[in-house]
């Protein structure tokens, strides 16, 4: 019997909005954050009846997605739920990096979900780009900054490739020289900074005034909630005391 992608997703959405619902919140949320994962493979309904299950008021509500996960219908949701920022984990503008990371989308699908995210007036995106994927070039690399030059979104996180020994990326050479990959982070923060992004956390560029309002807490210690499977959360007690806990990783 064939299952509908969408209705399996239900029973852990309900979940997660029934675990929303029985918090506690002493004070309106500042910043959701859609994320990690791929929360943009989810029907952007549901995307609505999860922020439903918050108090309003929260300034910054970002949500991850995957290039070629998103269509008309989802944007349309969630601009209407106020989601008002998009992290876009393209990776590279490369089709030959994204097959040796073995991504699922190509160049194209990177391109048009940015036009479409414009279309839909949404002003504030973050382009994730991997330094040091599998046999990356160099002189690709600068073309993968040259897109973002031409691009201007208002984000970008830029993260090198950090591989677990027992990982299917740790057995085999990643055939990137370890002296390589410092060139490739100095050369995006070089001409970043000349396309007038301010370079406000080791891994995060934006252009000012749209540095990540989510994740400055939590380089500043803020309390945050994590909500789902795996989420992470940190609380202050009284006095100096700090409290972190999670959730169960497993249903």
Request: with cysteine; net charge negative.
């Amino acid at each position: 019997m064939a299952v509908s992608p969408q209705l399996a997703h239900e029973p852990y959405v309900r979940r997660l909005i029934r675990e929303i619902q029985l918090s506690q919140f002493s004070e309106e949320p500042e910043t959701i954050f859609f994320g990690g994962g791929t929360p943009s493979i989810i029907d952007g309904v549901w995307i609505q009846k999860i922020l439903a299950a918050f108090p309003k008021g929260a300034e910054e509500i970002s949500l991850e997605a995957n290039p070629g996960t998103l269509d008309q219908a989802k944007l349309e949701c969630y601009a209407g739920a106020g989601i008002n920022r998009i992290s876009l984990g393209a990776q590279s503008f490369h089709d030959e990096d994204l097959k040796n990371a073995g991504r699922l989308h190509n160049s194209a699908d990177v391109f048009r979900d940015i036009e479409l995210l414009r279309k839909h007036g949404f002003n504030n995106i973050n382009i994730d780009l991997i330094a040091g994927l599998p046999n990356q070039q160099f002189d690709v690399w600068r073309q993968n900054l040259a897109n973002i030059e031409h691009i201007r979104p208002e984000h970008v996180s830029i993260y090198m490739l950090d591989v677990e020994d027992r990982s299917v990326w740790g057995r085999r050479e990643s055939g990137i020289p370890d002296d390589l990959s410092p060139r490739f982070y100095m050369e995006a923060a070089e001409r970043l900074s000349r396309a007038g992004y301010i370079h406000y956390e080791i891994s995060n560029w934006a252009l000012p005034g749209f540095e990540c309002r989510h994740n400055l807490k939590y380089w500043t210690d803020v309390p945050y909630r994590g909500f789902g499977v795996s989420a992470h959360s940190f609380s202050r007690s009284a006095g100096p005391a700090l409290k972190r806990f999670w959730n169960t990783t497993s249903l």
